[in-house]
């Protein structure tokens, strides 16, 4: 009786996590769709027109490096743009790099992105949360995504962004 028991337990305990699971991913997927509604001008602010490109970086495009792409541009928000003017040494909660990802002949492939969350969001990738959008504003990958996390990992001491120094 006392093992039967125990085994419940353990099949609540694993249903329970599966259920907490699956409601952290799909509180990352709205949120993603909800930052893409923002991104693509939603609010009446277009990123590409009104945010800053990414210090340190050429206006326009520039050489990419997979998996991102040939050819890219990155945008950071105000935040973002601050703390590294600033070399802060990371970047504060909300702050948001955008990267149009191109083809060599320069049409868009996708856009990914890297969100700065509140502290616990993933205490062990830096709090960030990271999406990959198709050019017409589709979900491909959302939240705590390992290939982000597990190369963006190589640049920890800056705070997992390899565009710019925040030092």
């Known amino acids: 009786m006392r093992k039967r028991y125990k085994a419940i337990l353990g099949i609540m305990a694993i249903g329970w996590s599966i259920l907490a699971l699956s409601q ?3 509180q990352d997927a709205a949120f993603a769709q909800r930052l ?9 602010e277009d990123y590409r027109l009104s945010w800053h490109y990414i210090p340190g970086k050429p206006m326009g495009f520039y050489q990419g490096t997979e998996p991102h792409g040939a050819l890219l541009r990155t945008f950071v928000n105000s935040i973002a743009f601050d703390a590294i003017k600033a070399k ?9 790099i955008v990267k149009d990802n191109h083809m060599p002949d320069g049409t868009l492939d996708g856009i990914t992105v890297m ?20 050019p017409k504003g589709e979900v ?8 982000c996390s597990s190369c963006h990992a190589r640049a920890r001491g800056q705070d997992y962004v390899f565009s710019t120094a925040i030092r």
């Open 24 to 26: 952290a991913v799909d």
């Open 36 to 44: 893409w509604r923002l991104l693509a001008g939603a609010s009446g």
């Open 88 to 96: 802060v040494g990371q970047y504060p909660v909300g702050s948001v």
């Open 115 to 134: 969100v700065k969350r509140g502290k616990g969001y993933d205490p062990d990738h830096g709090d960030w949360f990271w999406a990959k959008y198709t």
């Open 140 to 147: 491909e990958v959302a939240g705590k995504v390992p290939m």
